[in-house]
């Protein structure tokens, strides 16, 4: 059954330093997303992209965040600056059609110190 | 914002036991909703979806229920298995929108 893959599965970073989290969506899939889960709550959207722009961010996704497709394979997730309260799980999802339910992959613990 | 919301946070079934976990969201545009399940270290899972069209729909071994006019989502599952151990979300979207907003989860527990 296709995955979604994300690398890596956990990162340590210093307060302060930018973090890259990587995806390889399922390979026929059109929509990207990337949520968060905060230890013990809601899993929380953070930004969904499509046909290379981003379509729709919430208000935790401010300039501190950025997306990129940077070849045909991979999604990634920028943070720059870290914040301690950035720590949290963050799970890339991709569809092939919006009206359907995403393909979630395993999720990037980060750990912000 | 919108508000999706569980009942109750933990649940503990006996092996063979049918489950019903609950799920109330307070949107009345949302128009699509799912059911995940997630287990320690993996993502959420899609386990079965419903459309505001539907008041019920069934998989295998899962139901879920769409109560429109109480705005209430209900998963059932058949005859649990320790395997069915997990946290579960409901989470509702417009579906003319991008993103789903997600319950808090309750914890299924089977014991067997």
């Known amino acids: 059954e296709p995955e979604v893959t994300q690398t890596p599965s956990h990162q340590v970073t210093q307060m302060g330093q930018e973090v890259i989290l990587r995806c390889v969506p399922i390979s026929n899939h059109l929509y990207f997303y990337w949520y968060r889960q905060i230890l013990g709550q809601k899993v929380e959207f953070l930004v969904s992209?499509?046909?290379?722009?981003?379509?729709?961010k919430s208000e935790i996704f401010d300039d501190q965040f950025s997306v990129e497709r940077p070849d045909g394979s991979n999604f990634t997730l920028k943070i720059r600056s870290t914040k301690l309260e950035d720590s949290a799980m963050y799970f890339c999802?991709?569809?092939?059609?919006?009206?359907?339910?995403?393909?979630f992959g395993s999720g990037t613990r980060l750990t912000v110190v | 914002g919108e508000s999706v919301g569980l009942h109750l946070p933990t649940l503990s079934v006996q092996e063979g036991d049918n489950s019903i976990i609950n799920c109330a969201y307070s949107n009345s545009a949302s128009d699509y909703f799912i059911w995940y399940k997630q287990e320690s270290g993996k993502g959420p899972q899609f386990i079965i979806d419903?459309?505001?069209?539907?008041d019920k729909r069934q998989g295998q071994r899962v139901t879920v229920l769409l109560n429109k006019t109480v705005k209430h989502l209900s998963l059932q599952i058949a005859a649990t298995q320790p395997g069915d151990s997990a946290v579960y979300f409901c989470a509702e979207t417009i579906n003319t929108g991008n993103q789903f907003y997600f319950g808090t989860g309750t914890s299924l527990t089977v014991i067997p």
């Open positions: 999802a991709s569809s092939e059609d919006r009206r359907y339910g995403y393909t």
């Open positions: 419903i459309r505001s069209n539907m």
């Open positions: 992209f499509y046909n290379n722009e981003i379509s729709e």
